[in-house]
């Protein structure tokens, strides 16, 4: 089992930055992937970034903007997410997950094994 816990979120006035932090704990040396997905009220979760947590190899969605970056520290056992240049279409509760599990879709919500509970962010206009 890998415990995940989310910290960071918080209310910004657009064009803000806000780094989220996702903090691994348990069997996390069995971790192949941790990625960030987010949800909307009213809209399906969707994917923000990934990273596989050996080589560091990020991924993002094809429309991404560049304005969120994914890393990681290792000794941590943490992933983090840095979001710059936000606007309030970026309000949403954004969700830490991992997958042990290689061969899958890094950017597909049912590839991963394990979420974290999920932390807010709002963006105010």
């Known amino acids: 089992q890998v415990q995940l816990v989310e910290s960071g979120g918080g209310l910004v006035q657009a064009g803000g930055s806000l780094r989220l932090s996702c903090a691994a704990s348990?069997?996390?040396?069995?971790?192949?992937?941790m990625a960030w997905f987010r949800q909307a009220p009213g809209k399906e979760r969707e994917f923000v970034a990934a990273?596989?947590?050996?080589?560091?190899?990020?991924y993002y969605p094809d429309s991404a903007e560049g304005r969120f970056i994914i890393s990681r520290d290792s000794a941590k056992n943490t992933v983090y997410l840095q979001m710059n240049s936000l606007n309030p279409e970026d309000t949403a509760l954004y969700y830490c997950?991992?997958?042990?599990?290689?061969?899958?879709?890094?950017?597909?919500?049912?590839?991963?094994?394990?979420w974290g509970q999920g932390t807010q962010v709002t963006v105010s206009s």
């Open positions: 997950a991992a997958t042990w599990r290689g061969g899958y879709s890094s950017r597909q919500a049912g590839s991963y094994d394990y």
């Open positions: 348990g069997r996390t040396f069995s971790i192949y992937n």
């Open positions: 990273i596989h947590w050996s080589s560091g190899t990020t």
